[in-house]
């Protein structure tokens, strides 16, 4: 599975547009982008996930670059239960094994 | 419907003393997973399981020894704990779903400190 590259962490205004930037630079062809979030040292939650199309969903949008050497994350309007811990994964769609492999993502802070 | 239940939630132990956790998961999924989480660290796999008994090694599997017993049960034990292994535990469970995404739900944590 490709490495991620995440920024420890952010600040957001609350109603503002969060964007959380990854980095997967030796993604090959056919592994997806998965995002997660924690929230206060709960277990994680499932966010979005996409192959090289932009996807959107009640939650997120996910924004991956033509040649899909990175992604962002947009969460569009910030509230203050989306204060979290981000995690951007890269995998195989297919992956038998299943090992979903966490890095150490990006801490957002939305303030009032 | 319970979804993925980690016993207990809370644990003390002295270095050296064995224990076992459980992770319990009602939804007839195929694969689980046990995490470790350090402060201000991401979460690290332990050992996983793609099926009612068998088992794998994750990233940080050594002191560790995990069953799985029944298909709903994924018990993860230590030998003779060590203060290394003071950490929150998470317990995920994922089902198989041939040529479809599956998303990962995850317990609520087991907070076990080793003194």
């Known amino acids: 599975d490709a490495k991620t590259t995440q920024p420890p962490s952010m600040d957001c205004a609350e109603g503002r547009a969060a964007n959380l930037p990854c980095n997967h630079s030796t993604i090959s062809g056919n592994e997806y982008v998965y995002w997660y979030r924690q929230i206060h040292s709960q277990g994680p939650q499932y966010i979005i996930h996409g192959l090289k199309n932009n996807e959107t969903n009640e939650m997120a949008s996910l924004i991956i670059t033509e040649d899909r050497k990175s992604s962002t994350l947009i969460l569009p309007h910030a509230t203050l239960r989306d204060t979290a811990v981000y995690y951007c994964?890269?995998?195989?769609?297919?992956?038998?094994?299943?090992?979903?492999?966490f890095g150490q993502g990006t801490e957002l802070s939305v303030k009032p | 419907n319970a979804g993925v239940t980690q016993t207990p939630k809370f644990r003390v132990l002295k270095t050296g003393q064995s224990m076992t956790l459980l992770c319990a998961q009602d939804m007839n999924h195929e694969y689980m997973y046990w995490y470790r989480q350090d402060p201000g660290m991401g979460l690290r796999l332990i050992h996983y399981s793609v099926g009612e008994g068998t088992t794998a090694k994750g990233e940080v599997p050594d002191g560790y020894n995990v069953s799985r017993l029944k298909k709903q049960n994924f018990l993860l034990g230590l030998e003779s704990a060590a203060p290394s292994q003071t950490s929150v535990y998470f317990c995920?469970?994922?089902?198989?779903?041939?040529?479809?995404?599956?998303?990962?739900?995850f317990g609520q944590g087991t907070r076990l400190t080793v003194v």
């Open positions: 995920a469970s994922r089902p198989h779903q041939q040529g479809a995404f599956s998303e990962a739900f």
């Open positions: 994964i890269v995998r195989v769609f297919y992956n038998q094994g299943g090992k979903l492999i």
